[in-house]
T-cell receptor, first 113, second 114 residues
Framework: ETGVTQTPRHLVMGMTNKKSLKCEQH?????MYWYKQSAKKPLELMFV???????ENNSVPSRFSPECPNSSHLFLHLHTLQPEDSALYLC????????????FGPGTRLTVT | DQQVKQNSPSLSVQEGRISILNCDYT??????FLWYKKYPAEGPTFLIS?????DKNEDGRFTVFLNKSAKHLSLHIVPSQPGDSAVYFC?????????????FGKGTLLTVNP
């Protein structure tokens, strides 16, 4: 596997469920990001991890809980979500040598019922 | 308040013609700009970028122009090909900040007709 992978690609969950999104990057990057893309809105940055340390939480509700066990893996734990949380969740990574060029995964299409 | 604006949600051009996608920004601290392309069911992929010390950057069929005084940049695709049909996102960053935070526009859907 190369690049940035995300699983699952599609997820339907009820408001009382708990689920997790997974992101893995095979690029040797040291920074990883979670973005949310809702219909007709710009990509919204949610969290940033740099060398496994969370360095940014962009006022994200606590029902979203990120985890970065190492520089290659990033998780987004979801619990008691709302229907308005339905969106495409994108993971990205970047390296210090090309810090502005973020590499994105294919995203997880989340539907909250 | 949107700091990066792509005011055209969609653009349709004929194959072989020029496609011009526009982007405006409001934050004068931004000093590096990127364009991403996104196909359905895929994540955005980096296309081309430009630093604020330049006013033009070219890569094959893609050229980005930056007008700092107008806080405006544009992406030119010449000649346009059907495979260029995708959503194009403009993004901006302040290089002096931390975390390499990109601010994105809403995107413009480009359709290139054969």
């Amino acid at each position: 596997e190369t690049g940035v992978t995300q699983t699952p690609r599609h997820l339907v969950m009820g408001m009382t469920n708990k689920k997790s999104l997974k992101c893995e990057q095979h690029l040797g990057h040291n920074a990883m990001y979670w973005y949310k893309q809702s219909a007709k809105k710009p990509l919204e940055l949610m969290f940033v991890y740099n060398f496994k340390e969370q360095t940014e939480n962009n006022s994200v509700p606590s029902r979203f809980s990120p985890e970065c066990p190492n520089s290659s893996h990033l998780f987004l734990h979801l619990h008691t979500l709302q229907p308005e949380d339905s969106a495409l969740y994108l993971c990205a990574s970047t390296s210090m040598s090309a810090a502005y060029e973020q590499y994105f995964g294919p995203g997880t299409r989340l539907t909250v019922t | 308040d949107q700091q990066v604006k792509q005011n055209s949600p969609s653009l349709s051009v004929q194959e072989g013609r020029i496609s011009i996608l526009n982007c405006d920004y409001t934050n004068s601290m931004f000093d590096y700009f990127l364009w991403y392309k996104k196909y359905p069911a895929e994540g955005p992929t980096f296309l081309i970028s430009i630093s604020s010390i330049k006013d033009k950057n070219e890569d094959g069929r893609f050229t980005v122009f930056l007008n700092k005084s107008a806080k405006h940049l544009s992406l030119h695709i010449v000649p346009s090909q059907p495979g260029d049909s995708a959503v194009y996102f403009c993004a901006a960053i302040y290089s002096g900040g931390s975390n390499y935070k990109l601010t994105f526009g809403k995107g413009t859907l480009l359709t290139v007709n054969p």
